[in-house]
């Protein structure tokens, strides 16, 4: 079983729709959460970065983390065709910066 | 600002031979990463260093060497390419702070055939 879990999508919304990415995992030892954005033939950018458990907002994007049930979600509000990336959930333990665990990736696609 | 440079872009290897992937950075992070990235796969860590002269291995590490000289750079070889190396490599930094996730580099697309 992987440690990090992520629903695999594709998804395909409407420009103005709200999105919900959603990733589990098993290791009780994360505790930086982070999600990445990656466009089409291109390296993944960081978008979103939460330690422990809460929110945190940045214009359009929350990211929320619930430890107690192991779960984090990335919510796009008024999505935009820009947005049409694949999202990566990632996550690490307290020390070495150098070891995050990614999820498979979330593709979506935003329709004009 | 340069940030994490990778080269080549792209390569193509005949089963057998032996490259090596290079990766610098100009951000004076200590932390450097390998990851390959296979479709539906997601990324998964080959090898890591957290300075120059310490590195480990990650999830994948067969069929992979890396050694840091420098803090800026942090090269991958592979021994012997076999078809099942056809991925795409990516080569991230980070720092050891609050708020600090990976730089990424643009990648490399390597195909064994």
């Known amino acids: 079983q992987k440690e990090v879990e992520q629903d695999p999508g594709p998804l395909s919304v409407p420009e103005g729709a709200i999105v919900s990415l959603n990733c589990t995992y098993s290791n009780s030892a994360f505790q930086y959460f982070m999600w990445y954005r990656q466009y089409s033939r291109k390296g993944p950018e960081l978008l979103m970065y939460t330690y422990s458990s809460g929110n945190k907002e940045d214009g359009r994007f929350t990211a929320q983390v619930d430890k107690s049930s192991k779960y984090i979600s990335l919510f796009i509000r008024d999505s935009q065709p820009s947005d049409s990336a694949t999202y990566l959930c990632?996550?690490?333990?307290?020390?070495?910066?150098?070891?995050?665990?990614f999820g498979d990736g979330t593709t979506l696609t935003v329709k004009p | 600002n340069a940030g994490v440079t990778q080269t080549p872009k792209f390569q193509v290897l005949k089963t057998g031979q032996s490259m090596t992937l290079q990766c610098a950075q100009d951000m004076n992070h200590e932390y450097m990463s390998w990851y390959r990235q296979d479709p539906g796969m997601g990324l998964r860590l080959i090898h890591y260093?957290?300075?120059?002269?310490?590195?480990d291995q990650g999830e994948v590490p067969n069929g992979y060497n890396v050694s840091r000289s420098t803090t800026e750079d942090f090269p991958l070889r592979l021994l012997s390419a076999a078809p099942s190396q056809t991925s795409v490599y990516f080569c991230?930094?980070?720092?050891?702070?609050?708020?600090?996730?990976?730089?990424f580099g643009s990648g490399t697309r390597l195909t064994v055939v």
């Open positions: 990632a996550m690490r333990g307290v020390t070495n910066a150098g070891k995050s665990t």
């Open positions: 260093s957290v300075g120059a002269g310490i590195t």
């Open positions: 991230a930094s980070s720092y050891d702070g609050t708020g600090y996730g990976y730089t």
